[in-house]
């Protein structure tokens, strides 16, 4: 793959803006479209060509990166009206960062495969600022051709690139396990700060202490982050929490399998959307947690 291939993003929110980002930065031809024409600001003044459209994106997109929210936004770029696949150049490559289920992005492989053109299913991990900075964790699986032909493209927005299989499916099987832990933690991680400030603690103070115990966390850390803030921006909202676990529900409800800590974990987050901090940044769940006690 060179530099000279065109690279089509769609989809910039949080998580498609910043690998667009990295893409300029690593200087590659990058063309961009978001149904939200002011997303594409940032994007297109650092370099990348705004397409008027989806099918005009997909036609001039030998890499097709999707970076949108759920399966239906998924379907709606990579298919047209038809369920038919859009029309890419020859051998273009679609890369699939979104969150899905693995029975769609099964589904979905198999569609494109039928007019040649390759699906890598590559959901990520990291949150907006590792993406704006290029670090992104990637669950990847898909054709080997399709692997060698868009490494470059991954180096630039990613520092760890995990191969999990050769079809489409396995890498989302691996985002959704890791959704769970990361949802479950989430929680654990807020009531734990709220029985905190109960006892009289700091959780600013809490910080160092925790990291070097055996209760840190990631996502321990990224709450207090959040709430130490004195603006907190919306990293990672627990709508999409929420939406992640319902999925990875959905998966164990086929495979007949009792997940009753995940159910509970779902509920938390459905009962904080209700109470509209869905769109809040996941650090929020603490706000609710004080205002349910």
């Known amino acids: 793959m060179t530099r000279e291939l065109k690279i089509g993003v769609c989809g910039l929110g949080s998580i498609g803006r910043g690998i667009a980002l ?48 759920n399966e239906e936004q ?32 099964e589904n979905l492989g198999h569609s494109l495969s039928s007019t040649g053109v390759d699906l890598l299913d590559a959901p990520v991990s990291g949150g907006t600022e590792r993406a704006h900075r290029g670090e992104l964790t990637v669950y990847l699986s898909g ?27 396995a890498g989302s099987a691996v985002k959704l396990v890791n959704q769970m832990l990361a949802a479950g933690n989430l929680a654990v991680a807020s009531e734990a700060v709220v029985v905190a400030e109960k006892l009289g603690l700091n959780p600013e103070a809490l910080r160092d202490i925790i990291a070097a115990s055996a209760g840190n966390s990631w ?5 207090l982050t959040g709430l130490i803030e004195p603006e907190r921006p919306t990293r990672s909202a627990i709508s999409i929490f929420l939406k992640d676990m319902k999925i990875a529900m959905g998966v164990c409800d086929q495979i007949s399998l009792d997940v009753p800590v995940s159910r509970e974990v779902v509920q938390l987050m459905s009962a904080a959307a209700s109470a ?15 205002d349910r006690t």
């Open 22 to 69: 990295s893409l300029l930065r690593h200087g590659f031809d990058v063309h961009c479209y978001d149904p939200v024409p002011a997303t594409m600001q940032t994007v297109v003044a650092a370099g990348a060509v705004q397409a008027s459209s989806v099918e005009t994106l997909a036609r001039v997109s030998d890499v097709f990166v999707v970076a949108v929210v």
């Open 74 to 105: 998924v379907r709606q770029v990579v298919l047209d009206d038809n369920a038919a696949p859009r029309k890419f150049p020859h051998r273009a490559v679609v890369v699939c960062c979104s969150t899905v289920s693995k029975e769609f992005v």
């Open 143 to 169: 054709p080997n051709d399709a692997v060698k032909r868009t490494k470059p493209a991954f180096d630039a927005f990613a520092t760890a690139v995990f191969r999990v299989g050769d079809a489409p499916g």
């Open 219 to 223: 996502m321990f850390q990224n709450v």
């Open 276 to 290: 509209d901090y869905g769109s809040k940044d996941a650090s929020f769940l603490v706000d609710y947690l004080r």
